[in-house]
């Protein structure tokens, strides 16, 4: 499920009922709808913030993982990582138009800030697999660090950071360029990272510390 929470008062509004172990969320430019990936089912599935009311699920790959929504509103980008494909939804007509193949274990997905390109990190090979939006053809695979998951692109745009759980660190990427840069230690199972608005930090959530470390970019 999905539980709605009111921000101004923390007060849980309502639970919304989706598929099988629901595992992430990306919401709509517009801000009218969530949508959800439900890992058990893999499937992805809408829901109508007016409302709160959940849609009719979409079938996409095995092991629906994360998911992101291109700049432009118009897809929604699903990592199934169950069988190594990343699924583009039309949300116009809500159904699957296109399975790009990518590496083992896909998990995290970002784009660059003009769409073009989506960056896929695959936890079972050790890279990202660039993706040119437009012709849904893999251009590049970027060796990083152990076992890839959270993948973000700074608010300037200007550099892309991959967090290696098995390495326990962050690996920076050019985006101009595609190449890896010199790996940052941070602590065990470096799993996700977001960057502050000014885009000065990158905090590093560390599952297997039970930490978060920020890294001055």
Do not use: C, M
């Amino acid at each position: 499920n999905v539980t709605v929470i009111n921000t101004a008062t923390n007060q849980v509004v309502t639970t919304v009922a989706v598929g099988s172990v629901a595992a992430d969320l990306a919401v709509t430019p517009d801000g009218k709808t969530v949508w959800v990936s439900n890992y058990g089912d893999g499937t992805v599935q809408p829901i109508d913030v007016a409302s709160n009311t959940a849609g009719t699920p979409i079938k996409v790959g095995s092991e629906a993982e994360r998911v992101a929504i291109t700049p432009d509103g118009s897809q929604l980008w699903v990592a199934n990582q169950g069988d190594g494909t990343v699924s583009v939804v039309d949300l116009a007509s809500r159904s699957v138009v296109k399975t790009v193949t990518v590496g083992a274990q896909p998990f995290g997905i970002a784009f660059n800030h003009a769409g073009t390109t989506a960056y896929v990190t695959n936890g079972g090979s050790g890279t990202v697999s660039v993706i040119d939006t437009s012709s849904y053809a893999v251009t590049g695979t970027i060796t990083v660090g152990a076992g890839p998951q959270g993948i973000r692109v700074s608010p300037d745009g200007g550099v892309l950071y991959a967090a290696d759980f098995g390495a326990g660190g962050i690996t920076p990427i050019d985006p101009a360029t595609g190449k890896a840069g010199t790996f940052i230690p941070t602590a065990a199972g470096a799993y996700q990272l977001a960057f502050t608005p000014d885009g000065t930090t990158a905090w590093v959530v560390n599952t297997g510390a039970n930490s978060a470390s920020p890294v001055d970019v």
